[in-house]
């Protein structure tokens, strides 16, 4: 098929230019004097549409071909996919275009008859339509219709209905479906690690970094958790980066964790998706932390897919780069749970090997080692750059008591970024910048 798929495409495109060409003829030649000459004028432009459409939709087709990978907007068109067309194709145009009427129909007697006459075996009629198999068999056991198998000979053994060794087509086939399959798992998942936003303001805005937060555990501060989604949610001019670890999901990755949990995992995704609802507003993206890639490690559920659902934010998978517009003045954050290079000695080394992998940015977010910290300093040629490492609610737990008596410490830092000038003013823990916001924004 997908060697043909391509000509057949270009084919197509050339046979509706011909009915294109028909129709425009017709609506030409259209004489006013014809009874009901707005109805039939009104069908032929509704058909020349729905022509320019498939064309549209071949094209698009043509050009990801051509070029081997999807085009972001080509003839305007976004969403479009080789395999809808291509099925589309199948099901509806040959009957619309009167094209091939053999390619149309595999739920009659006498279309099946002819597709299996014309492509030898069920596997090629399979392939050709995207029928399964399977239903093409039950097909011909409904109507009577014989195995079009060739017969196989062994020896003395002759072989009625084996199924042959796959060839080379049926392989590309298997290609083809894959790739317009991938197509459709990428249009399912909602991970990005780049994003572009703009937050459309004239005044400061403040950008808060929130993680750790180990709903469920023994050691966590919920009260503190609760006040802080409260303050949060209620804050004008404040917006959100969560970086991770929002429940504490202590499914036995280290024996004995699990009793340091004060609830099941249900109940603390559902106390984490209370956090999400009520700070919607001021969410704009979530990583997921070490701590819910458990559950995708164990089951394959992405479980941030759902708290993005409900604060309806960008999932940022492990980490990317935020572009951030605001006002006329564009900061470049890039943000990751945890990172190569941390050192006990130098804070922010972390931060700093970031900007080494993956280029300059204005703010470097981390999380995951539960405690809040600050550098703001010029590096790597820009004069103001901000490491941020948030804090946490869970201050303790056994596996830091054991280590050498950690305990966690709470701090949502925040920035204040300003929208006619790059200017930066970090906080520590948000409940002073808040305030200094507050006054900010009051001009
Ligand atoms: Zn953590
Ligand atoms: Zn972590």
Known sequence: ???????EYKLQVELIKVKLKEIENKINKLSIEVPEYDLELNDLKRNRNN???????????????????????????????????????ILNWGEKLGIDQTLVDTNSKNGLQQLLNKYGSIRAVSRETGVPKSTLQDRM???????PYSQQVKGNVIFNDRNPVPDLSDIED???????????????????????????????IGIGFWSDWHLGSKGTDHLQWKKDVDTISGIDGFYYLGNGDYCNLSLGTHPGENYDELLQPEQQIAMAEYGFKKTKKQALGLTRGCHPDRIYTSTGTDIIDRFCGISDCANLWHGGEVKLLIGDIEYVIRIRHKAPGESPINTTNAQRKQLETHGEADIVALAHLHYPDIEHKPIMGRSDVVFVRSGTYKIYDEFGQKLNGYRGTYGVPMIVLYPKEKRFVPFRNMDIGIKFLNRERMG
Not at 1 to 7: A, D, F, G, T
Not at 74 to 87: A, D, R
Not at 177 to 199: G, H, M, R, V, Y
């Open 174 to 204: 298997l290609i083809d479906k894959t790739i317009a399959l991938q197509c459709s798992l990428d249009n399912t998942q909602i991970k990005q690690t780049n994003l572009s936003l703009e937050i459309k303001d004239n005044k400061p």
């Open 141 to 147: 056991t409904k109507y009577g219709l014989q195995s």
């Open 51 to 89: 022509l320019n459409y498939y064309i549209r939709n071949l094209n698009y087709s043509i050009k990801w071909m051509e070029c081997c990978h999807e085009p972001k907007v080509f003839c305007g068109i976004e969403t479009t996919k080789i395999y809808e067309v291509y099925l589309s194709k």
């Open 1 to 7: 098929m997908s060697e043909n798929i391509l000509q």
